[in-house]
C-alpha cells in the first residue's frame, strides 16, 4: 500500500491545523523525532503543519534518506486544499476545522488544547470520539494516538437534517411556512 507500480511511493500527507490560535504545545509534539519515525513506519510521506500564531518553529525535512518530509506556515486564506489532499488530519478542536473534515471524510485525530480557559471544545471532540468519527488525543498522548489508531474504525459523519429545526424557529418567530 502506498506503492506504485514502478515502487515510487505516493504522497501521503498528515496536515497539522492550530488554526488561528498559538498552540505551540501540538507543533512540539507532532515535530519530534520519535513521532516523525511513527508516520513513516504507518506509510505517511509528508507532514505539513499549519502553526498559527505560534512561536515554535517545527524543523523542515526535504525527506532524504527516506525520512519524512516536513514544511510549515502560519496562515492561508484557506485550508480546505491541505485538508482535500491530507491522509490524515491532526486538527486543534476547533468546530469548523473538525466539521470540515468530516465532511470531507478524512481520518481525523482531535488535540485538545489544555491551555484554552472555558475548553467547551473538548466536549465536542470527546463525544464525536465516542461516537466513533475521529480519535481524541492531547499534546502527551498524540503519539500514543497515533501509534495504536486503527483507521478502519472510523465511522463517517452523517450531519444531521437541519430543516425541520429551523422550520420549528420560524413559526416560533411568526414567519410563515414556505
Do not use: W
Not at 152 to 164: F, R
Request: proline share 4%; with cysteine.
Amino acid at each position: 500500500m502506498g506503492d506504485s507500480d514502478d515502487g515510487i511511493k505516493s504522497e501521503r500527507t498528515v496536515f497539522v491545523t492550530v488554526g488561528t490560535t498559538c498552540f505551540d504545545a501540538l507543533v512540539k509534539a507532532v515535530d519530534t523525532q520519535e513521532f516523525k519515525k511513527e508516520l513513516s513506519a504507518r506509510g505517511y510521506t509528508h507532514l505539513l503543519i499549519q502553526m498559527g500564531r505560534g512561536s515554535y518553529i517545527p524543523k523542515k525535512s526535504t525527506g532524504e534518506d527516506e525520512s519524512l518530509v516536513v514544511d510549515y506556515f502560519t496562515f492561508s486564506s484557506s485550508i480546505a486544499d491541505n485538508l482535500r489532499s491530507a491522509s490524515l488530519v491532526i486538527s486543534h478542536a476547533g468546530s469548523g476545522s473538525i466539521f470540515e473534515t468530516l465532511r470531507l471524510r478524512k481520518p481525523l485525530i482531535v488535540v485538545v488544547n489544555e491551555d484554552l480557559m472555558d475548553n467547551h471544545q473538548s466536549e465536542l471532540a470527546e463525544e464525536l470520539a465516542e461516537r466513533k468519527h475521529l480519535f481524541c488525543a492531547h499534546p502527551q498522548t498524540l503519539f500514543q494516538t497515533v501509534a495504536s489508531m486503527n483507521l478502519e474504525s472510523l465511522l463517517p459523519y452523517h450531519p444531521g437534517d437541519a430543516a425541520p429545526v429551523a422550520k420549528l424557529i420560524n413559526r416560533f418567530l411568526g414567519f410563515p411556512d414556505d
